[in-house]
């Protein structure tokens, strides 16, 4: 049986529970040997609040430790220029063994602008997606699997998870306006926030 490996790839600006959910369950899920998370780099298409990516990345490494299953790549953050997910799997496709099947977590935002994304056919080519829906978003990431046809019914794969409604954007929210964010976002990585006024008004 080849080795399977999850790619967690987000700006995790920050990093919480949802994320890590996610990870678990599709870890479980797929039998994956383990999960990579890849904080990304200077994304194109996103603006990180000011938001260094190192901040980013010691963020995610500080919410993954103590689980056994779960790692981290500088791989984006030590990259140069835009950041684009092809890019990121060429380069892993090197250190990996030719039987590794890739299979690239994201959630149903990201499957729902997969039409846009650069090289997306040579993507789906080269790893299989982990589609992890939010509520009410089934018929979205339903319409995203039919443009690509055949390939995206064999290789976009819809991920069952507890129905946390909860994103980055809200978190950011509550910290700018004072207000608590415990238990969304792991302790450590709070006190990191704290520790450097990260997403103050």
């Known amino acids: ?25 599709a870890w479980q899920e797929f039998g994956l040997e383990k999960v990579l998370f890849i904080p990304s780099g200077d994304t194109p298409n996103k603006d990180m ?3 260094d990516k190192h901040l980013r990345y010691n963020m995610v490494q500080k919410a993954i430790e103590g689980n056994e299953h779960f790692d981290i790549s ?6 140069e ?3 684009y997910t092809v890019d990121t799997i060429r380069l892993l496709r090197t250190s990996l063994s030719h039987d590794c099947q890739i299979f690239f977590i994201c959630g149903t935002d990201a499957i729902v602008d997969l039409p846009n994304w650069k090289y997306n056919k040579e993507l789906l080519d080269s790893c299989d997606f982990i589609a992890a829906s939010r509520p009410g978003s ?4 339903e319409e995203s ?6 390939t995206g019914i064999k290789k976009i794969h819809p991920l069952n998870t507890p129905e946390l409604d909860i ?3 809200k978190l950011r929210e509550l910290i700018a306006n004072k207000k608590s964010a415990r238990y969304f976002i792991p302790d450590n990585v709070l006190t990191y926030i704290k520790k450097y006024h990260l997403y103050e008004a």
């Not at 089934?138 to 990431?141: A, G, K």
């Not at 699997?145 to 055949?150: D, L, M, N, T, V």
Request: no cysteine; hydrophobic share 40%; charged share 20%.
């Open 74 to 79: 500088p791989i984006e953050r030590e990259r």
């Open 138 to 141: 089934e018929i979205q990431l």
């Open 145 to 150: 699997i039919r443009f690509f046809g055949e």
């Open 167 to 169: 994103s980055s954007t």
């Open 1 to 25: 049986m080849s080795k399977r490996i999850g790619i967690f790839g987000g700006s995790f600006n920050p990093i919480h529970i949802g994320h890590l959910v996610i990870a678990e369950a």
């Open 81 to 83: 220029g835009p950041s």
């Open 49 to 51: 609040h000011h938001i």
